[in-house]
Nanobody, 121 residues
Framework: QVQLVESGGGWVQAGGSLRLSCEASRSVSRFGAMGWYRQAPGKQREMVAVIGLGGNDSHIKYADSVKGRFTISKDNARSTVYLQMSSLKPEDTAIYYC????????????WGQGTQVTVSS
């Protein structure tokens, strides 16, 4: 069992920045990727960004809505993934969840508890 612990959420005005962190309780070498998803009230959970964890595979994928504003990065040695969010918009308001993805399936197999991000206009 692996625990994913997010931190860094909070309240910010539109145009501001926040940095989210997600630390895994065990080595992430067993996973193929880690990522960030978000869920706004009344909406389905959606992918925000995913990064590969292989030594030669740091493939990164972003949702179109965050490209150019958000940056995902990783520190394998610390079993930590980050999400730098800039130029935040009110529509970015959501609970942000960290995910760890299966090596073969590529789908999320573990989730963090979530951290609230609120962007005011």
């Amino acid at each position: 069992q692996v625990q994913l612990v997010e931190s860094g959420g909070g309240w910010v005005q539109a145009g501001g920045s926040l940095r989210l962190s997600c630390e895994a309780s065990r080595s992430v070498s067993r996973f193929g990727a880690m990522g960030w998803y978000r869920q706004a009230p009344g909406k389905q959970r959606e992918m925000v960004a995913v990064i590969g964890l292989g030594g030669n595979d740091s493939h990164i994928k972003y949702a179109d809505s965050v490209k150019g504003r958000f940056t995902i990065s990783k520190d394998n040695a610390r079993s930590t993934v980050y999400l730098q969010m800039s130029s935040l918009k009110p529509e970015d308001t959501a609970i942000y969840y960290c995910s760890a993805h299966g090596m073969l399936s590529g789908n999320p197999v573990y989730w963090g508890q979530g951290t609230q991000v609120t962007v005011s206009s």
